[in-house]
């Protein structure tokens, strides 16, 4: 089959090589030029991801060990520590190098690479994708995978009736303005990385971490709305007043990147379509890691294609099918927890974090990059004892921690034979809970 990929994200990657592999004639668009691709920093990664994948390791060089996550509560010293999973460690592995891994895989097998080619529109028949206009020129194809993004134009553009969802709202979305800086000489090294919930007041997130890799300071701010270039400097401010080894000097300036903070499309996939990685908001919710789960997916769309030699939406659901049995349905479940933990008041959410109502038990699986989250949730119905002193907040906890788990059920049982008519009442339910 001839397989066109837009964009070269993780996802696309790791679907392109096994595609490949597999004897079908795949090409990679992708409109930044070769030398631009990955990001100058590290990201966490579980390095189980690539043995279960069949893919070598990163190198050692390119990697260090994770330490453990410090969530800091808003104006308070609350802290709730999430320590690694022993059995699955967490390392940050540099961006480039991953890229590069991938990349040379793929071309291992034979994918051709365009870099600097912008893919323009799709081509239609009707509800049936048949490729994709690149330059003005259309090119044909078996089947696209859209692996360009979460403010992906394609899905946007995809007919009403194909049941897709356009665009994610902007509560969906985290904007993420990231920088590596210098280390002022002297200061006391962080035992743990910092993480600011409800950063600056606002609905988001800050973070400090030494980087021992690069002996530099990794600094990050999220928000959940367009952040401006002011709001972005609040928040350094802020996070350099908690952590003074961070010096004002900026090695890497890094500009403002979106990242999906919500549950999966209802719908990924089309009559010669599918998404994959941040198109398909495949991201974990809470944190937005995203590359174990796209590169997961990349593999299971790859593996549908290759067993069933087809891509009418009946064969394709089948992936849809495997990514929220293995990994959408916990993804969803810990969207809810998030839109819940983000709307609370910064007092309530001071008393959950300080009288240990949420834990590191609640939220570790969330902070595994990548591996399928193991939810943990149900443990805090145990802490009714501490939950007497805020009645009413507990019973909104355990509202939504029920409702949670009646999203998950109901994701994992997404219908494992595609009718138009039976898959668009599980999507809209699924939807439904998000409202
Ligand atoms: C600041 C930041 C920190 C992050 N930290 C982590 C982390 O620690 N751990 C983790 O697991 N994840 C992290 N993520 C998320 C992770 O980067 C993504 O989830 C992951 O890379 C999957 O992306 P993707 O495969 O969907 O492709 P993307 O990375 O979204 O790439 C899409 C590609 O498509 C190309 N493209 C777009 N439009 C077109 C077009 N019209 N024609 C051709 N090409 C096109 C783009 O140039 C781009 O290369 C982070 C993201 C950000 C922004």
Redesign the pocket.
Same mark, same amino acid.
Request: hydrophobic share 35%; net charge negative.
């Given at each position: 089959m001839k397989i066109i990929i837009?964009?070269?994200?993780?996802?696309?990657?790791t679907a392109a090589y096994e595609l490949a592999k597999n004897n079908h004639d795949v090409t990679i668009?992708?409109?930044?030029p070769r030398e631009n691709?990955g990001?100058d920093?590290n990201?966490?990664?579980s390095l189980s991801t690539f043995g279960d994948l069949g893919i070598p390791q990163p190198d050692l060089k390119y990697c260090v060990p994770k330490r453990d996550w410090v969530l800091i509560a808003p104006d308070s010293d609350a802290e709730v520590r999430i320590p690694q999973n022993p059995a699955i460690p967490d390392f940050?592995v540099q961006?480039r190098h991953l890229k590069d891994l991938l990349i040379g895989r793929a071309e291992e097998v034979g994918v051709k690479f365009l870099f600097r080619?912008?893919?323009?529109r799709l081509i239609f028949d009707g509800l049936s994708v048949k490729g994709a206009i &690149?330059g003005s020129l259309p090119i044909f194809a078996d089947l696209v995978i859209d692996?360009?993004?979460?403010f !992906?134009?394609?899905r946007a553009s995809l007919p009403r009736n194909a049941g897709f969802t356009a665009m994610p709202s902007t509560k969906e979305v985290f904007y993420?303005y990231?920088a590596i800086c210098g280390v002022n000489e002297g200061e006391k090294l962080p035992e743990y990385f910092h993480c600011y919930v409800k950063c600056i007041g606002k609905i988001a997130i800050g973070w400090y971490i030494y980087d021992e890799m690069t002996g530099l300071s990794d600094v990050?701010f999220?928000m959940s709305e367009r952040l401006s270039e002011s709001e972005a400097q609040e928040a350094f401010a802020f996070i350099r007043k908690k952590n003074p080894i961070l010096a004002d000097n900026v090695v890497v300036n890094?500009k403002i990147?979106?990242?999906?903070v919500r549950y999966p499309a209802s719908k990924f996939v089309l009559d010669g379509y599918a998404l &994959?990685?941040?198109?398909a908001f495949?991201?974990?919710p809470l944190?937005?890691?995203?590359?174990?789960? !796209?590169m997961r997916a990349?593999k299971m769309l790859a593996d549908t294609v290759n067993e069933k030699n087809s891509v009418t939406t009946e064969s394709l659901w089948d992936y849809q099918v495997k990514f929220f049995t293995e990994i959408g349905s916990k993804h969803v479940q810990i969207d809810i927890f998030k839109r819940w933990l983000l709307s609370v008041k910064e007092k309530d959410l001071k008393f959950l974090m300080e009288s240990g109502i949420i834990t590191e038990k609640d939220i570790n699986a969330a902070a595994e990059?990548?591996a399928a989250p193991k939810i943990s949730f149900y443990d805090i119905l145990q802490k009714i004892g501490i939950a007497s002193r805020n009645i009413v907040l507990f019973s909104k906890l355990g509202k939504m921690l029920l409702i949670g788990k009646t999203a998950m059920d109901h994701a994992a049982a997404i219908p494992t034979k595609y009718n138009p008519k039976t898959a668009a009442a599980w999507s809209k339910k699924l939807d439904d809970f998000m409202i």
């Open positions: 837009i964009g070269a994200g993780e996802g696309g990657l668009y992708e409109k930044a691709l990001y920093w990201d966490t990664i940050r961006r080619h912008t893919v323009d &690149v692996a360009s993004g979460v !992906s134009p394609f993420s990231r990050m999220c890094g990147i979106p990242i999906p &994959v990685g941040d198109s495949m991201t974990m944190m937005g890691s995203g590359i174990g789960p !796209s990349g990059a990548g």
